[in-house]
C-alpha cells in the first residue's frame, strides 16, 4: 500500500488560510468517507484535528476544516497562528482492512 | 481521563524478536478496536496493525505481515506487539492509539516506544 500524496511544504502568513492536499486511490480516499487528518509537533504524539473527512473531534478548533473530491481530500487552515506550524498527515481506511497514511506536510509560518 | 503508555523498546540484533506492550486506563479497553503505528527516524507515520476489541480479528500492513503479531489482554487492559524477524527498516517510535469510538480513526495516541534494530 503506498503512502497518499501530500505536498512536501506548504507556508503562510499569520492570518493567511492555507489547503493541504491528499491524494489517494478508489480503494482508500475514493472509495471511504474515512478519512483523518493529524497534527504533530516535533518530539510529540500525532493529534486528531479532523475525522470522517469534514468532522472535528471535541477540543479541536474550527479553523481546521476538511474536504474530499474523488480521490483527493483536503485539510484547510484558517486564520494560520504561530502554533500551528507543525506536520500534518491525512489517513484512510483502505479496501484490506487497514489504514494507509500521507507522507505528511511541513506547515511553515512565515 | 485516557491514557496509553509504550514500554518494551529497546535496542535489538537484525533477526531478533521483541514484544511491545501499550497500558490503557481512563476508558473501558474492551469496548475498543487499538492500533499500533510507527514513525521512523525523521521519517512520516506508517500503521502497522490493528485488532478489533475483542481480539477476535486483525489487520496488518504488508511490511509487518507475518513477521509481526497483535494482540490484547482485556483483563489487564493491555495491548501487545509481538516483533519477530526484525529489520533494520522496522526502527521507529512505535505508538499505540484508540479507535474513535465511532470508528476509522485514532482519537488518542500513546507517547511511543523506541525500538532500534542494529548489529
Known amino acids: 500500500q503506498s503512502a497518499l500524496t501530500q505536498p512536501a511544504s506548504v507556508s503562510g502568513s499569520p492570518g493567511q488560510s492555507i489547503t493541504i492536499s491528499c491524494t489517494g486511490t478508489?480503494?482508500?480516499?475514493?472509495?471511504?468517507?474515512?478519512v483523518s487528518w493529524y497534527q504533530q509537533h516535533p518530539g510529540k504524539a500525532p493529534k486528531l484535528i479532523i475525522y470522517?473527512?469534514?468532522r472535528w473531534p471535541s477540543g479541536v478548533s474550527n479553523r481546521f476544516s476538511g474536504s474530499k473530491s474523488g480521490n483527493t481530500a483536503s485539510l484547510t487552515l484558517s486564520g494560520l497562528q504561530a502554533d500551528d506550524e507543525a506536520d500534518y498527515y491525512c489517513?484512510?481506511?483502505?479496501?484490506?482492512?487497514?489504514?494507509?497514511f500521507g507522507n505528511g506536510t511541513r506547515v511553515t509560518v512565515l | 481521563e485516557v491514557q496509553l503508555v509504550e514500554s518494551g523498546g529497546g535496542l535489538v540484533q537484525p533477526g531478533e524478536s521483541l514484544r511491545l506492550s501499550c497500558a490503557a486506563s481512563?476508558?473501558?479497553?474492551?469496548?475498543?478496536?487499538m492500533h499500533w503505528v510507527r514513525q521512523a527516524p525523521g521519517k512520516g507515520l506508517e500503521f502497522v496493525s490493528s485488532?478489533?476489541?475483542?481480539?477476535?480479528?486483525?489487520f496488518y500492513a504488508m511490511s509487518v505481515k507475518g513477521r509481526f503479531i497483535i494482540s490484547r489482554d482485556n483483563s489487564k487492559n493491555t495491548l501487545y506487539l509481538q516483533m519477530g524477524s526484525l529489520r533494520g527498516e522496522d526502527t521507529a517510535v512505535y505508538f499505540c492509539?484508540?479507535?474513535?469510538?465511532?470508528?476509522?480513526?485514532?482519537?488518542?495516541w500513546g507517547q511511543g516506544t523506541l525500538v532500534t534494530v542494529s548489529s
Open positions: 481512563g476508558f473501558t479497553f474492551s469496548d475498543y478496536p
Open positions: 470522517d473527512v469534514t
Open positions: 492509539a484508540r479507535d474513535l469510538p465511532s470508528g476509522w480513526s485514532f482519537d488518542y
Open positions: 478508489s480503494s482508500d480516499v475514493g472509495g471511504y468517507n474515512f
Open positions: 485488532i478489533i476489541g475483542d481480539g477476535g480479528s486483525t
Open positions: 489517513c484512510s481506511y483502505t479496501n484490506f482492512g487497514t489504514y494507509v
